[in-house]
C-alpha cells in the first residue's frame, strides 16, 4: 500500500475517465506514475467494484475498481526502489509505499495497529477483503487483529479528546 499525500493509506490508483481509457488501461497509466514502473494490468486482475459513497460533502460518489496481481518478492523490491527514486508522483501524491504486516504482536503490533491507521475511501475493506480472499490471514486471526485494532482506534480517540482538551485550555489563557 502507500501513505497517501493526504496522510491516509490507499492503494496505488486513481480517477479513471472510462469515455477516453479503459479501466486497465487507466490503473496501468495510474502505477506508472506512482510506481515508477510499467506493470500491466488485464482485466483477469479484476477483483471487485463497488459503490463508494462520498468521502467528504464536496466530492462526488465514487465507483471503485479493486485489481490485485500477484507478484514475486523480487518484483515487489524493484517497484518499492522505484517507486522511492523515479516515481513522477514520488513526494507530491505518494510519500512512500507501506508493506502490511501479516502478523499481530502479543500487544497488538503488527497487523492490529496497521488496520487501526486511517485509510482513504473503502480502502480498509479491500484490504481485509484481499487478505481473505487469498488466504494470507485467516478468518479467525483476522478478527482477533480487527478488535484489537477497535481497541487503539477507541483509545487513540481519547487521545484525541484529550490533547483536544488541553489545547482549548492553552487557547482561552492566550
Ligand atoms: O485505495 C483506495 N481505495 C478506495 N478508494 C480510493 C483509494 N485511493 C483513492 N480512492 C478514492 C478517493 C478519492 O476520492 C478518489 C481519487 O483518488 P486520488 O488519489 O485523489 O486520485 P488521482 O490520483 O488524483 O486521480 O479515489
Avoid at 479484476?46 to 518478492?73: D, G, N, Q
Avoid at 484490504?127 to 478488535?147: C, G, I, Q
Amino acid at each position: 500500500m502507500q501513505m497517501r499525500f493526504d496522510g491516509l493509506l490507499g492503494f496505488p490508483g486513481g480517477l479513471v475517465n472510462p469515455s477516453k481509457e479503459t479501466l486497465e488501461a487507466g490503473l496501468s497509466r495510474e502505477l506508472s506514475e506512482e510506481l515508477g514502473v510499467a506493470i500491466p494490468i488485464s482485466a483477469e486482475n479484476h477483483m471487485e467494484s463497488c459503490h463508494a459513497p462520498a468521502s467528504s460533502p464536496s466530492s462526488s460518489h465514487l465507483i471503485t475498481h479493486f485489481y490485485v496481481k500477484k507478484m514475486e518478492e523480487e518484483q515487489i523490491m524493484e517497484v518499492e526502489r522505484a517507486a522511492a527514486s523515479t516515481a513522477a508522483d514520488h513526494g507530491l501524491e505518494v510519500l512512500g509505499m507501506v508493506r502490511v504486516p501479516l502478523y499481530t504482536m502479543k500487544g497488538g503490533g503488527g497487523l492490529a495497529s496497521f488496520l487501526s491507521h486511517s485509510f482513504i475511501g473503502n480502502a480498509r475493506s479491500q484490504l481485509v477483503d484481499s487478505l481473505l480472499r487469498f488466504n494470507l490471514v485467516s478468518p479467525k486471526e483476522l478478527h482477533k487483529a480487527l478488535t484489537h485494532s477497535l481497541k487503539i482506534h477507541t483509545h487513540t480517540a481519547e487521545d484525541l479528546q484529550a490533547a483536544l482538551v488541553l489545547t482549548e485550555v492553552k487557547r482561552k489563557q492566550f
